[in-house]
């Protein structure tokens, strides 16, 4: 079902870093102070923040990183019509190549706001 | 003078752009069509737009988007805090590279901010 | 079967794009204009434009872009050796991880040939 | 002078280069044959071939590349209209930042052009 | 099996390169010469130029290329620990991105070696 | 002088990267435990690990992370042959653009020796 695909990539793509942290607990743990800095609620929002890599990672066509990226959006509450507008940035900045990721990144919003409810 | 820099690479940006709408004023003006709806107040307001423009930017090394955009966003308000935080998320999504092109970003943003008061 | 890959690529790919069409129909009409314009025959054929657009999409691993722009190459009449002397460009300009890309360009190209005849 | 800003990147550009090839004869002379064999005459024309590199190098920013391969396109014919064409292709696939760099080839190409007659 | 995952993707990269080598001779002669001598014993090791081969498909994210150099330097004896610092110079210079694309390696790394003893 | 380019533009690097230390400490200072971890020496010496960054550096053509690198690697006693090597492996990885920036490192790194002698 369409609707389990994001989540597999999800899982997949959790399970590939859970080995890799595994393998290097201290360089993963100092990129992980990295993230958190990074995302913390500061003059923007941790959703904004989000969404701000959902654009990058579309912009870098990286479809590994937008899934990722997009549900932690859809975790803090990020919509439809916030996800569009980031599209629409995307694409702003990336032409032809990102309607194709920005229109891959609509459906695995979908996937995943589906497989939530 | 370094306050001159930023505007001196606004000015140069500009005139190429004047000289390719010249050269292809149909092209340019489909091009502005998608900036325009693009960039629209919507779900995310325009400035939150043009600050992710500038986080795609740094991440994609693109030291004339970087200054184009921070120009627009600073027109729009953008404060300095809020070009650290994008400048942060560009950092967690792209490394080393990206810590060098932020540092630019924020001396691109203070000599911008100095030349308008 | 190997020659219907490349046709459920490019079928994915438009379901995806009508998705992002019916979601944002301002921004995709307006990038659509973009893509008329730029594509038109003028001082290089329309074909010639889009033998362009695999290079690029070679040149910076867009998979999709690939199948895509080959697929409106194949049907403006590219012939496989027009396609071999834009995977070559693509090699000069790209090194080694275009010649796998490039190796699979020819492939999705000889699996649309296949296909259609 | 204007005029002399591209000619003066070539001459760095082959200056570099130059150094390179004294340093490393084998691998310059290696990838020297992988130049002449990509961009022979064949079903596409050695000019075409130069204005897809000159597309290549927009679409991915490199404003060195686009200055040597604008003058490899310009020795063998090129016309204006032609890199119009090549720029409009570059900005359908990279959108904003190549509305950027695609202003800065169409002055390059100027500059170029001017200096030769 | 995942095991057998990496040997596909090794298998299908090949076969590809198989037919672009039969349609292209001449050029596919030409860069393997430039890998012959890009890669050969000198101040540094054929297996550490793997590896470094394998840092560069991380960061600019190329999933064939990853597998295709880590077969090559698993071949030259290249260790785990090896392959675990070559993933950690990625993320350095590539973030986020690389820690996804890092930990893809680290699992291909771990079925090649596998199917192999 | 030709000599003081490489000098300057680190010194440059450097200024800007201080600016952004000193407007976001706690950011930059989980990067610098990232680098910390990412570059000790392990299965691979730091020296090999600066040059594989080099090699990044000259895969994604970013001059800036060039020169950083490069004076990183100089200090820990990389040899003019070693970076010759690194410069071979991004040019078989990237073509012809880096066999500009190629020739670019080389003639950095020979600035930067000579202005330490």
Redesign the interface.
């Known amino acids: 079902m369409s609707g389990d695909l994001a989540k597999e990539k999800l899982k997949r793509?959790n399970t590939?870093?859970g080995?890799?942290y595994k393998?290097?607990p201290?360089?993963?743990g100092?990129?992980g102070?990295?993230?958190?800095?990074?995302?913390k609620d500061?003059?923007?929002s941790t959703r904004?923040?989000e969404?701000?890599?959902v654009?990058?990672?579309i912009?870098?066509?990286?479809e590994?990183?937008i899934v990722?990226h997009l549900d932690k959006a859809l975790k803090l509450g990020a919509?439809?019509?916030?996800v569009?507008?980031?599209?629409?940035?995307?694409?702003?900045?990336?032409?032809?190549?990102?309607?194709?990721?920005?229109?891959?990144a609509?459906?695995l919003f979908?996937e995943l706001d589906n497989t939530r409810t």
Chains 1, 2, 3, 4, 5, 6 share one sequence.
């Open positions: 793509i590939d870093l080995g890799l393998a290097q201290e360089l993963m100092a990129f102070s990295v993230v958190s800095v990074a995302t500061g003059a923007l904004t923040k969404l701000m890599a654009s990058i990672s912009a870098t066509r990286c590994e990183c990722y919509s439809r019509d916030e569009l507008d980031t599209i629409a940035v995307a694409i702003e900045m990336g032409g032809g190549p990102c309607t194709v990721y920005g229109a891959k609509l459906r979908d």
